[in-house]
């Protein structure tokens, strides 16, 4: 299983429009960050979680040749704005692309792309094959079981995903203990760290490390990073050996 680092940003992505701190003035590569998303591929099988605002940007910086299935954590805009930009994809393919979402993000999806579900479909809009998911694991193919996890977002519930030993989480303030027990054993870890000072509706730091003391993956990668932070390589130093400041292109090997 391989995971490639499409977008390791906050809502407004790194740098910030009108911002000239010095993340976001950084000749860094890696202090360029899109919106929050991953790619998956395992089994012949090309997953992304999450289509933000930046997906048509980061299909073609990573050289994405197929998509055969999303998985939406939740519906706030920076995670489902791009889905629109699946068409080449439904072009290249010749078949609908399989999306999973909650119920609510099954709601927002039919609200903001209404036309995908119109009687009668305009010629080349996205084709998809929605289906519900909830808290219990489901298969996106005969051998690929993922696991929901339920995490808060400040009040809003939202989706991570557990894959073999992976797990991905964006966007969690919270995790109930009966979701933290899904995530035991897992070898590789996800998780949001917004910035180190505290924050209604993220984890900081100290709660991002802490989150990964229990957890004891044998690595972990911050991701959903602001430019409030600080650079890549500040924040790399703040952190202990088995964690890491994931970065747009990063692939590692699960």
């Known amino acids: 299983m391989k995971l490639t680092f499409l977008g390791t940003g906050t809502s407004q992505g790194v740098p910030v429009i009108a911002c000239d701190c010095k993340v976001c003035t950084s000749s860094d590569t890696k202090d360029k960050r899109f919106r929050s998303s991953v790619l998956i591929e395992i089994n012949n099988k090309s997953i992304v979680i999450d289509t933000g605002p930046d997906f048509r940007s980061q299909m073609l910086a990573n050289k994405v040749l197929r998509l055969d299935i999303v998985l939406f954590t939740h519906e706030h805009k920076d995670h489902v704005a791009g889905l629109d930009d699946i068409r080449p994809f439904n ?15 099954e709601e927002a999806i039919k609200r903001e792309y209404h036309y995908i579900f119109a009687e009668k479909k305009y010629p080349g809009i996205p084709e998809i094959s929605l289906h519900r998911i909830d808290l219990n694991p489901f298969f996106i193919s005969e051998d690929i079981q993922v696991i929901p996890i339920e995490v808060k977002h400040y009040l809003l519930p939202v989706f991570g995903f557990r894959i073999k030993n992976l797990t991905y ?13 899904k995530i035991q054993g897992t070898e590789i870890l996800v998780i949001n760290a917004l910035r180190i000072q505290s924050h209604p509706a993220h984890f900081n730091l100290d709660e991002a490390l802490e989150f990964i003391s229990l957890i004891q993956p ?11 932070f600080g650079t890549h390589q500040e924040i790399q130093k703040m952190l202990p050996n088995n964690v890491f400041v994931s970065y747009d292109g990063l692939v590692i090997e699960c």
């Open 91 to 105: 072009f290249k393919q010749h078949t609908p692309i399989s999306v999973y979402a909650s119920k609510q993000v």
């Open 218 to 228: 044998k690595k972990a990668y911050l991701t959903h990073l602001s430019h409030l």
């Open 169 to 181: 989480i964006t966007d969690a303030k919270s995790i109930d203990a009966r979701e933290i027990k």
